[in-house]
């Protein structure tokens, strides 16, 4: 037999015992479980310790304002969303404006009618389970656009030859940071990372556009500035005003160890070579795509060593804490100190480490390639 679903918990605040007997008495009558407290201090303990659903907050406690304690309330994550109902004596305007701005949803006037009371509290707690619902869904759909677009971006297992690896983290679970890897001809690769203009759940909408713009072009016929060049021109024919991505685009001949990076305003790549040599910022200079259809990259042209491995990120791994050019030395730094291991450990070793204390408000990506 399936368990009952449990009554709701009602906290009933007020100073005046005989009122909270009265009020205790129309909810449980009601089919809701209750709960009570005479001041503030007792308010504050038992909401937190007992996580009532709905709360009915006497306006003028002993020892306190129950709006005070609604304003805390409000400042608090664990409870900024259980409805309060302010239950008073004064009938005057501007408390009752003075209780909606401190954060309660109803305001109910003594004395108290049994009827009225226990509509007004089904009537918030049905808009608080909607509400519940609503976030609910969001969430569910959230988790399957950020499956959607994992699932855009090749794995390092699905691609062995391209000796890659990835550490990717995005703050709303599906984001504007991309990457992808894609084969192009005998022991060539082309890497791709971007990061959209918007942080928002749109922008990784435009990334599967990206994706399959980028799997239209790369091929042997299209040197790479030209792929970025033609990327840049369907983009500006359908992203929103004042979207755009930045992007670095690689092309490696894993025989020859050339490589050929085109950067569309984004940040420079990072070269630790497998000698110990000081790590390599390579700046360039280039226009962001999807913005100007007149836009003008910069081209440069790399060889790199056996064992040497270049770095391609998003600029949240250099921004999160101190200045761009902090960041930057940061982020080359932490590579070259961790060259010793290999790359599958190194590069979510890195990420870690940047990110180390600092709270992100941007997504990040890492993609490090091997020769």
Not at 208 to 231: F, N, R, T
Not at 322 to 344: K, V
Request: hydrophobic share 40%.
């Amino acid at each position: 037999m399936q368990g009952r679903r449990r009554s709701p918990l009602v906290l009933v605040v007020d100073d005046d015992s005989s009122t909270v007997r009265t009020i205790e008495g129309f909810l449980k009558r009601a089919g809701f479980r209750t709960a009570s407290a005479e001041d503030t201090g007792g308010a504050l303990q038992g909401i937190r310790a007992q996580r009532p659903d709905l709360i009915l907050l006497d306006v003028n406690l002993g020892d306190g304002s129950g709006f005070d304690v609604s304003r805390s309330l409000q400042a608090d994550t664990t409870t900024f969303n259980t409805p309060i109902l302010f239950i008073s004596a004064n009938d005057d305007t501007s408390a009752k404006v003075q209780g909606f701005e401190s954060g309660g949803v109803d305001y109910i006037t003594k004395p108290i009618a049994g009827a009225e009371l226990i509509a007004r509290v089904r009537t918030h707690l049905r808009l608080k389970q909607a509400h519940e619902r609503l976030v609910e869904l969001q969430a569910e759909h959230v988790q399957k656009l950020a499956s959607a677009q994992q699932n855009l971006m090749p794995r390092p297992k699905d691609l062995p030859e391209a000796r890659f690896q990835v550490s990717i983290r995005q703050v709303l679970h599906a984001g504007g940071d991309f990457y992808d890897v894609i084969p192009t001809g005998q022991s060539i690769v082309d890497y791709l990372v971007a990061d959209s203009s918007g942080h928002d759940l749109a922008a990784s909408f435009w990334t599967a556009s990206l994706k399959a713009l980028a799997g239209e072009y790369a091929d042997p016929l299209h040197l790479p500035q030209e792929v970025v060049g033609a990327i840049n021109g369907a983009l500006c024919r359908f992203l929103p005003p004042g979207a755009f991505f930045t992007l670095a685009y690689a092309r490696f001949n894993r025989q020859t160890g050339g490589m050929a990076l085109v950067n569309a305003g984004h940040p420079p790549a990072i070269v630790v070579h497998a000698n110990g040599d000081e790590p390599v910022v390579v700046r360039q200079e280039g226009d962001v795509v999807g913005a100007f259809p007149d836009a003008a990259f910069g081209i440069t042209e790399l060889t790199l060593q056996p064992g040497d491995r270049i770095f391609l990120y998003t600029d949240g791994l250099i921004e999160a804490g101190g200045s761009y050019e902090q960041g930057l030395q940061r982020l080359a730094e932490t590579c070259f100190a961790q060259r010793a291991l290999p790359l599958s450990d190194l590069v979510p070793t890195v990420a870690n480490e940047v990110m180390a204390g600092l709270s992100p408000v941007d997504d990040t990506l890492l993609l490090g390639v091997e020769r």
